[in-house]
């Protein structure tokens, strides 16, 4: 063979070797996108027709009940929990953070016996002591729009042995959307003009004394009441966010917008109104407080973590359906269709139930500190914990290149609903609000699956209406199939995720470069003084 014949065999030969190869090559992403396709097509399939959802919610949400922490039923959540992973193969343990003041709640009689006989809506709040097994009958009192701290020194000794109401009469109990609705557009105006007024005096009202509103209920309790009523309403039909007391020794009581303004007119106009009030509840000391942690095993890198994130711990007005039962019950649903469908992923996928975040994100703030060796090995957090509607939101918190890899896993994500989640690239790191701000603190890549409203704010976020049938399954269910997706696709990604941050915008109100939030310690040890 001759030169000019083994140089034209040689190029034949290299391009024969390149296709061989390119063909090789697009074969395996073929079959490589074929593969994640008929796993997240087995996911759906296993959400649509196998959902466990309405029957985590109904066990979490009826049989346990609400979640403060520090009480026994937080404590029933975390064990119900890990033997509910139990029945689906997957580990799961309590892993002790800290102690609270442990409280149990107790029935609660709060009624009205003068000038006549009716039952009130109420709510002894939560920590709030008891009346020690006995009703307490007292007249109410208003506390008076006085000139200065001095006058209200002089009047707080007429508070022993009453009730004092110090919450404002609401002018009306309709939300304002009713109003807009059927009202003229002048009465509509007349009605918030004077709502303002009627709350701007009483702002100056409380703000004469000298004292916020805790150190306000302590002075009534030091001066002999009864106990203090409150009405804290949400803006919205029967709905009031239901809190923590500040009392330590006479009952706290939350009262309806309506039953409250009953009272208060009553004792405006002179006609003395009593109310008898018999609320139970039992102080526990200090108890130990937990996150429950469940874990499959990765099977190619165990040492790195997909972590699905939701707050455990609730307020004990309503059952805690939406704050954060629904957060719950979708990181359980996707890990139990992980566990089936994908029960052998590269990396280790662990679900964080967190406790306090109430009280200020302790649980997961304790869980970073506790554990560098997993935070340093983050591959992502997904956190959801706003209500109960589809995710319609994903920011970047901040990190460089979250839209890469985020883009990635969203292109696996059915149409229907990918479409409705708008992102926000490369966004700015969350300080608070939720668990997903503890791990970026640490620099490790944590997302809020952020839900479109369902009145969330008014109606169910700590109020006592927040409960089972404010759950909306269809868009939980939605919920869970992203879930499950994005950790799958996290979890089998060749790449580790970027921790590179941005450059954060000049805080306009001091004029310098924006910055990273910092780590805040946990609270260890929580509810006393």
Not at 13 to 36: C, D, E, H, P, W
Not at 179 to 207: G, L, V
Not at 394 to 408: D, V
């Amino acid at each position: 063979m001759n030169t000019k014949q083994t140089t034209t065999s040689f190029a034949l030969l290299k391009r024969s070797t390149r296709v061989f190869f390119m063909a090789m090559l697009i074969t395996g992403n073929i079959s490589y996108a074929q593969s994640k396709k008929e796993t997240v097509d087995k996911i759906v399939k296993e959400a649509t027709e196998n959902s466990q959802l309405e029957n985590l919610a109904h066990e979490l949400l009826d049989v346990v009940g609400p979640r403060l922490v520090g009480s026994p039923l937080m404590k029933q959540a975390n064990d119900w929990a890990v033997a509910k992973y139990a029945t689906w193969g997957i580990t799961a343990k309590n892993e002790q953070w800290g102690e609270w003041r442990g409280w149990e709640r107790g029935i609660s009689h709060i009624d009205m016996v003068y000038p006549r006989i009716k039952s009130l809506e109420g709510t002894q709040l939560a920590w709030s002591p008891s009346t020690k097994g006995k009703a307490v009958v007292g007249e109410l009192v208003i506390y008076p729009d006085l000139p200065d701290s001095v006058s209200f020194k002089s009047w707080l000794p007429s508070v022993k042995g009453k009730f004092v109401m110090f919450s404002m009469n609401q002018p009306t109990g309709r939300p304002d959307y009713n109003w807009q609705e059927f009202a003229t557009p002048e009465s509509f105006e007349k009605m918030k003009s004077n709502r303002t007024k009627q709350t701007d005096a009483w702002r100056s009202r409380i703000s004469k004394t000298g004292l916020n509103l805790k150190a306000l209920a302590l002075a009534f309790e030091s001066a002999g009441a009864l106990g203090v009523v409150t009405s804290n309403w949400s803006s919205g039909f029967g709905v009031n966010k239901i809190f923590g007391a500040n009392t330590t020794k006479i009952p706290s009581i939350d009262i309806s917008l309506e039953d409250y303004g009953l009272l208060y007119r009553l004792t405006e106009s002179g006609h003395k109104p009593k109310i008898s009030v018999n609320v139970g509840s039992k102080e526990l000391g200090m108890v130990p407080a937990f996150n429950t942690i469940a874990e499959i095993k990765g099977a190619e890198k165990p040492n790195e973590y997909v972590i699905l994130s939701a707050h455990f711990d609730s307020w004990d007005g309503g059952t805690g359906a939406t704050d954060n039962g629904t957060g719950t019950i979708t990181m359980m649903e996707a890990i139990r269709i992980l566990k089936k469908i994908y029960p052998n992923p590269k990396r280790t996928i662990l679900v964080g139930h967190w406790g306090s975040e109430e009280q200020g994100l302790n649980g997961s703030r304790a869980f970073v500190e506790d554990h560098p060796e997993i935070v340093k090995n983050i591959q992502v957090v997904f956190n959801q914990d706003n209500g109960t509607g589809r995710v319609v939101n994903l920011g970047g918190q901040g990190f460089l290149n979250a839209y890469a890899y985020l883009g990635r896993w969203l292109s696996m994500v059915p149409e229907d609903i990918k479409k409705q989640i708008a992102t926000t690239f490369p966004g700015t790191p969350g300080s608070g609000g939720s668990d997903f701000a503890s791990f970026v603190a640490a620099g490790a890549p944590a997302f809020s699956l952020s839900s479109n409203s369902w009145s969330y704010g008014t109606y169910t976020w700590h109020t006592n209406r927040d409960t089972y049938d404010k759950v909306v399954f269809d868009d939980v269910r939605s919920n869970a199939i992203l879930t499950a997706i994005l950790a799958y696709m996290a979890s089998e990604d060749p790449e580790t995720t970027s921790k590179a941050k941005s450059v954060l915008p000049i805080n306009v109100r001091t004029g310098e470069p924006g910055s990273w939030p910092q780590p805040v310690k946990a609270t260890r040890k929580g509810g006393v003084n």
